[in-house]
Nanobody, 114 residues
Framework: EPLQASGGGLVQAGGSLRLSCAAS????????MGWYRQTPGKQRELVAV???????NYADSVKGRFTVSRDNAKNTVYLQMNSLKPEYTAVYYC?????????WGKGTLVTVSS
């Protein structure tokens, strides 16, 4: 797998988690990197994305709670999730746009208990 995500788990509402995703292998100067999430029966949706220059974009539902960042030298993208709510429970996938090809990680489960 070219993208390896980690950091998911079980957390109580109001708690925090930090997801990490490292791109390994052939990648050089990745364009956008980001995070999506999916729950059963629903389409995968954008959570947050960051360009190689550091410009960010967030889903309205997570603005003010989540922060996306990246380390270009390590080809790694992070998602700091604070003030988590039960409705954020989902499988979170990292994504990298490299030379017009979208690469996906396997996904990491985030469960927020009420």
């Amino acid at each position: 797998e070219p993208l390896q995500a980690s950091g998911g788990g079980l957390v109580q509402a109001g708690g925090s988690l930090r997801l990490s995703c490292a791109a390994s292998g052939k990648f050089f100067s990745i364009n956008d990197m980001g995070w999506y999430r999916q729950t059963p029966g629903k389409q995968r949706e954008l959570v947050a994305v960051i360009t190689s220059g550091g410009i960010t974009n967030y889903a309205d539902s997570v603005k003010g709670r989540f922060t996306v960042s990246r380390d270009n030298a390590k080809n790694t993208v992070y998602l700091q999730m604070n003030s988590l709510k039960p409705e954020y429970t989902a499988v979170y996938y990292c994504n990298a746009d490299y030379r017009r090809i979208n690469y996906w990680g396997k996904g990491t489960l985030v469960t927020v208990s009420s």
